[in-house]
């Protein structure tokens, strides 16, 4: 497992839905994706919603939402992605501090083969960390940013 936090100076309603924003004002935060959008015709995210994410690295991988309870949490699966992953999940958490939201991002994996797992869960640890940690940072960009923030508004007006 790799988690990483963060404080930010907006409410946990704004932390969440920075989290959720999509397109330009998605892309100009998340250091981790190119590309990302939903699948089966949804429009928004929920429980059950699938997406298909391309990385800036170029994985290609399948993801479902397995909670979506605005402002607190949101939980994610992996259904297909990077082969050498048996098992990839995150868990995002929004909670009221003084001055703002803590943010915990939780990740847990398992790699495959069995033959390689405790080396290639070792490096897959460090990777996952630095990468966690550049992406938490980028949120934490997003949530000073006028024009992610008004998205996020407009996503958290939604969930009221």
């Not at 397109?23 to 015709?41: C, H, K, N, P, V």
């Not at 958490?93 to 869960?121: D, H, Q, S």
Request: glycine share 8%; proline share 6%.
């Amino acid at each position: 497992m790799v988690e990483s936090t963060v404080v930010v100076p907006v409410s946990p309603e704004i932390a969440f839905a920075v989290s959720q924003t999509t397109g330009a004002a998605r892309m100009s935060w998340d250091t981790f994706i190119r590309e990302q959008y939903y699948l089966d015709g949804a429009e928004r995210p929920a429980k059950g919603v699938r997406t298909r994410t391309v990385s800036r690295r170029g994985a290609h991988m399948t993801s479902e939402y397995v909670s979506f309870s605005p402002p607190t949490n949101v939980g994610m699966k992996i259904l297909d992605g990077p082969w050498f992953f048996e098992r990839l999940g995150g868990g995002w958490r929004f909670t009221a501090v003084e001055g703002g939201t803590l943010a915990v991002w939780r990740y847990n994996f398992r790699c495959r083969p069995a033959i390689i797992r405790w080396p290639a869960e070792r490096i897959g640890v460090w990777l996952t960390q630095r990468d966690i940690d550049r992406r938490i940072a980028g949120f934490a960009r997003g949530c000073l940013d006028p024009a992610v923030l008004a998205s996020a508004r407009l996503l958290a007006a939604e969930w009221d």
